[in-house]
């Protein structure tokens, strides 16, 4: 959109309803069932800077569409889109990758605020500590082998 009160700025708003108003019908007419947002092969504003009231203006619409698919016919198989194979490779997992993606999205996302004296936690709730963990012994009453880095340290 052209900015408010440019040279051209009504010419591009004017544009923007004809298209709001075309589009649908349009669609409708062809039988196209749009994937996402249409837009503009040449915007309005470029539109604007070239049109002349009076004149014949052309619209070019660019949309994805739903695919037409047509399915091979089978002697004696109504449905031929059963039996279908596909493969793909999935990539290796990368541990630093997804510790770097969580971080990233509870610093995006988590909020945090110290509890009022005495909160007992719950479920859902999240606490930050410091601790030293470590595996039981066999018989359970001392302690054995340290957990990893990830279970144990400062800020966990």
Partial sequence: ?????????????????????LLEPAMKEHNLEPI??????????E?????????PLEMVVSCDVWPDIAWK?????????FGLKAAYTRKNFNQPRFEQAMKD??????????APEGKELEMGDACVVDMKGYMAAEDGTSKAEPLPDAASGDDV
Wanted: glycine fraction near 8%; proline fraction near 7%; charge should be neutral.
């Fill in 47 to 55: 539109m604007a800077e070239t049109f002349n009231p009076g004149d």
């Fill in 1 to 21: 959109m052209a900015a408010r009160g440019g040279k051209n700025s009504l010419k591009t708003q004017t544009i923007q309803t004809v298209l709001n108003q």
């Fill in 73 to 81: 016919k089978v002697e004696g198989q109504d449905k031929p889109y």
């Fill in 105 to 114: 999205l509870a610093e995006r996302y988590a909020v945090s605020a110290p």
């Fill in 36 to 45: 996402g947002q249409p837009s503009l092969v040449t915007s309005a504003d």
